[in-house]
């Protein structure tokens, strides 16, 4: 039986414009997050919960505004804020006209979501919304072996063009994370050099890895 290796869930922010044809990209990026992050169980809710809280942004504040996507683990609870520049138009949980693919609103979050709400800064608003995982804490969670082999793979991408002085020193879980998300990058860009269809690609990994966490229990 090999050793379980636990992980931690570092958070991450990510800037982008709001317009709808944004939606679907940060929806993908919330998808492979969660599945580094072993929580394939909320990426459904989560990506209806940012998808309602972006298009919030776009209908009633404007299209082009700039924003930020920031998630994060609050104890068991998986923390989805998008941070816009307008203190005024506030959102309300009779909002059900936005145009997003959920197509609710506000009512959408407040459906899926644990609980939600607004902060109001000097120069910004941030709605957020936090969804139940199931874990009894963020970092509790074990990676199953197929998890730990990924784990594997990616100490020897990170460590292959120089090693570390003392060459022993294991990634820290953060690190790794975003070298997992580089590696996929370049894995990407990769098959768009040789032709491929970088997309489809993709679609498909992520095919695969839904359709295994299906039919396997791939928890601890």
């Known amino acids: 039986m090999g050793q379980h290796a636990c992980m931690t869930r570092k958070p991450w922010d990510l800037a982008f414009t709001a317009e709808p044809t944004e939606v679907a990209a940060l929806r993908r990026i ?3 997050h969660l599945g580094i992050w072993g929580l394939p169980e909320v990426v459904d809710d989560a990506q209806l919960c940012m998808s309602e809280l972006v298009s919030n942004v776009i209908t009633h504040v404007g299209p082009g505004t700039p924003a930020t996507l920031a998630v994060s683990m609050r104890g068991d609870r998986l923390r989805i804020e998008v941070h816009d520049p307008d203190t005024r ?8 006209n936005v145009d997003a693919e959920g197509g609710r609103g506000m009512a959408m979050v407040g459906a899926l979501a ?3 709400g607004v902060q109001l800064h000097a120069d910004h608003k941030v709605t957020w919304c936090e969804l139940v995982t199931g874990l009894s804490a963020a970092d509790s969670r074990c990676a199953s072996p197929r998890v730990a082999r990924a784990q594997k793979v990616s100490v020897v991408y990170e460590m292959a063009p ?3 002085a003392n060459g022993s020193s294991l990634l820290g879980a953060a690190v790794a994370e975003s070298m997992v998300v580089d590696a996929i ?7 768009r050099a040789h032709g491929r269809d970088a997309d489809e690609a993709l679609d498909r990994a992520q095919m695969r890895f839904e359709a295994e966490f299906d039919g396997v229990n791939e928890s601890p």
């Open 30 to 32: 919330m998808r492979l």
């Open 89 to 96: 138009a506030l959102p309300t949980l009779l909002d059900a």
């Open 114 to 116: 644990d609980r939600w």
């Open 162 to 164: 120089c090693s570390s």
């Open 185 to 191: 990058a370049d894995l990407l860009r990769w098959l």
